[in-house]
């Protein structure tokens, strides 16, 4: 498909991911795409399961483990940026350890 404006341009598209909902994914699903990922960097939070930087297919995609078992998966457009969205949830991790009493919206984008 031909489009005339430039909406389908790598920064859209990369900006489509970084605001797009989290998919959820069953623990097979889960299992599998592990199965074919190379994960590039693991973090323990602690507090919820542990989050993943993985290559896949020749992209980037976050995998964490909410509190409650859910398993959420995210697109990033780079390795930068999803190392960025990794650093800010730790962050935020830190902070709930130190009793801020902030919550994580795991929905969010």
Do not use: H, N
């Not at 297919?57 to 990033?76: S, T």
């Amino acid at each position: 498909m031909t489009r005339s404006d430039d909406s389908c341009t790598l920064p859209a598209a990369g900006e489509a991911l970084r605001t797009g909902p989290p998919t959820l994914l069953d623990p097979a699903a889960c299992e599998a795409l592990l199965a074919r990922a190379e994960i590039v960097r693991e973090e323990e939070t602690m507090l919820a399961g542990p989050i993943r930087v993985l290559a896949v297919d020749g992209g980037i995609q976050v995998l964490e483990e909410a509190p409650d078992g859910r398993r959420l998966l995210r697109d990033y457009p780079d390795r930068a940026a999803a190392d960025a969205f990794v650093d800010r949830r730790l962050e935020t991790y830190d902070r709930m350890w130190d009793g801020c009493g902030c919550k994580i919206d795991y929905d969010e984008p």
